[in-house]
T-cell receptor, first 114, second 116 residues
Framework: EAQVTQNPRYLITVTGKKLTVTCSQN?????MSWYRQDPGLGLRQIYY???????DKGDVPEGYKVSRKEKRNFPLILESPSPNQTSLYFC?????????????FGPGTRLTVL | GQQLNQSPQSMFIQEGEDVSMNCTSS?????WLWYKQEPGEGPVLLIA?????ELTSNGRLTAQFGITRKDSFLNISASIPSDVGIYFC????????????????FGKGTRLHILP
């Protein structure tokens, strides 16, 4: 089944404790992206990657890191999480970046930073 | 940065009523997308629009790509309980290697509630 998977689905952690949220897609998509969703703010892009070893900042990159060593994986790293990073996170992928491709979203990771 | 203005923010309607929501922007988009998000899940694509003026239907859903390329609307006819959720519009800017404005921008969502 073609899908985007994220792990973990739920995570409660404490300020300053490094964490990684994994994202994997099995559709051979080139483009991958991370979003955070907050009430009243909709979906905001954190980072995106147009291909292996190519990553770029989205609208709200502060406090996050990503890597794209393989085409299928795009982990989101929070080196020192803070409470304002409590949010619902979505990974998404698409075949490419041109106008004829749509993004497929993972099921989401709900992160709480205490 | 570019923004999408999506309205209304929320709607309370009776089952069987038609629904209309829209997105506007000051920027021109190459693509308009409409997504639905149900509780505990990620957004799922409903309709994609690629040409100005394009009108596309998917069952009871109809969406249009505005002629100016700066707006789009989504209509749902004869609403049913499973239509409940958050609907997001998204626009994709033209990609150029000069300005790198190739991101997809999302509206803030319209939360649809259906009264029995």
């Amino acid at each position: 089944e073609a899908q985007v998977t994220q792990n973990p689905r739920y995570l409660i952690t404490v300020t300053g404790k490094k964490l990684t949220v994994t994202c994997s897609q099995n559709m051979n998509h080139e483009y991958m992206s991370w979003y955070r969703q907050d009430p009243g703010l909709g979906l905001r892009q954190i980072y995106y990657s147009m291909n292996v070893e190519v990553t770029d900042k989205g609208d709200v990159p502060e406090g996050y890191k990503v890597s794209r060593k393989e085409k299928r994986n795009f982990p989101l790293i929070l080196e020192s999480p803070s409470p304002n990073q409590t949010s619902l996170y979505f990974c998404a992928s698409s075949l490419g970046i041109d106008s004829y491709n749509e993004q497929f979203f993972g099921p989401g990771t709900r992160l709480t930073v205490l | 940065g570019q923004q999408l203005n999506q309205s209304p923010q929320s709607m309370f309607i009776q089952e069987g009523e038609d629904v209309s929501m829209n997105c506007t922007s000051s920027s021109i988009f190459n693509t308009w997308l409409w997504y639905k998000q149900e509780p505990g899940e990620g957004p799922v694509l409903l309709i994609a629009l690629y040409k100005a003026g394009e009108l596309t239907s998917n069952g009871r859903l109809t969406a249009q790509f505005g002629i100016t390329r700066k707006d789009s609307f989504l209509n749902i006819s004869a609403s049913i309980p499973s239509d409940v959720g958050i609907y997001f519009c998204a626009g994709q800017l033209p990609f150029t290697y000069m300005n790198r404005d190739d991101k997809i921008i999302f509206g803030k969502g319209t939360r649809l509630h259906i009264l029995p």
